[in-house]
């Protein structure tokens, strides 16, 4: 699967000349409403030439701006689409014209998702986000979304492990701004949000964001809003045969995360988890 352009930009913007580099940084700040005007008035927003605009939509592989926009919009489709809109997979024939197993394209898929995804992980954002969550002297905070909350949770239990100063922060909205009354430049909020978008966690964000929070979102290849107020970004592959998407290569990334964070922290870890190992211990007494 092709990157999409949010991953292009992202990827390429230390890269870019300084004019095109405006460009991109506006792309990315207004996405997607900056590329859907025309190249003249994008590029009267941000006080550089047309041409310069269709330098860097050359740059990103498109062929032309009317190419770019049309991109641009099968991402928005694709973004929005619900379950309803994607009918199951057929069964697929062998060529010998015998059904295949009925694990074979969705496992196919899913093995597709995964190399794709670590293919696109940027070393640097991978590597920031592994600084920010071994960090001893920050606190962590996860949330996901309707599906995704899981996954959150699921590697907070982790964390707590491995160091302190780790929550999951409570599912309702109205408890949110009590946890967010004590957050600031020492807390990072680290949220998994993948299509359809959940438009509270892209207000908490906002509101974490304005009090100097740093965000670290994980999200599928066509990017949550919430890319706009985050430091750090990891994009996963989530698209399956089915009509649900996959959140195997999310659950792969915050393992890889899980990984690391053990690694680049593990003395101090490791007397955590023999401190847990001996309370366990005493709990299995008779």
């Not at 969705?106 to 954002?125: H, K, M, Y």
């Not at 100063?165 to 993948?194: P, Y």
């Not at 698209?239 to 990984?259: F, G, K, N, Q, Y």
């Amino acid at each position: 699967m092709a990157q999409t352009i949010v991953e292009r930009l992202r990827e390429g913007l230390d890269a870019f000349p300084a004019t095109e580099r405006r460009v991109a940084h506006q792309l990315l700040a207004e996405y997607p409403v900056a590329g859907l005007q025309s190249a003249t008035h994008l590029a009267r927003a941000v006080g550089v030439s047309p041409p310069t605009v269709l330098r860097l939509v050359g740059r990103l592989g498109f062929v032309s701006y009317l190419d770019f926009q049309r991109s641009l919009r099968d991402e928005l489709s694709a973004q929005l689409s619900s379950p309803l809109a994607k009918q199951p997979a057929p069964v697929r024939k062998a060529r010998s014209g015998k059904p295949e197993p009925a694990h074979a394209e969705f496992s196919d898929a899913i093995l597709r998702n995964l190399q794709e995804t670590f293919a696109s992980v940027p070393p640097g954002e991978f590597d920031g986000i592994v600084q920010l969550v071994s960090d001893p002297r920050l606190r962590i905070h996860l949330i996901g979304g309707r599906f995704t909350d899981a996954l959150a949770l699921y590697l907070s239990v982790q964390l707590r492990i491995l160091r302190p100063g780790v929550s999951h922060m409570q599912e309702q909205e109205s408890n949110w701004r009590d946890q967010l009354l004590d957050m600031g430049k020492r807390d990072v909020l680290v949220i998994f949000d993948i299509r359809r978008y959940q438009p509270s966690l892209l207000r908490l964000a906002h509101a974490a964001a304005a009090r100097q929070v740093r965000i670290v979102l994980l999200t599928d290849q066509w990017l949550s809003p919430i890319v706009r107020v985050a430091s750090h970004v990891l994009s996963a592959r989530v698209a399956v045969p089915s009509v649900w998407d996959s959140s195997t290569a999310l659950l792969a990334l915050s393992e890889w995360l899980l990984a690391e964070v053990s690694r680049q922290g593990w003395e101090k870890s490791r007397r955590r988890i023999e401190e847990l190992e001996v309370m366990l211990g005493g709990e299995r007494q008779p």
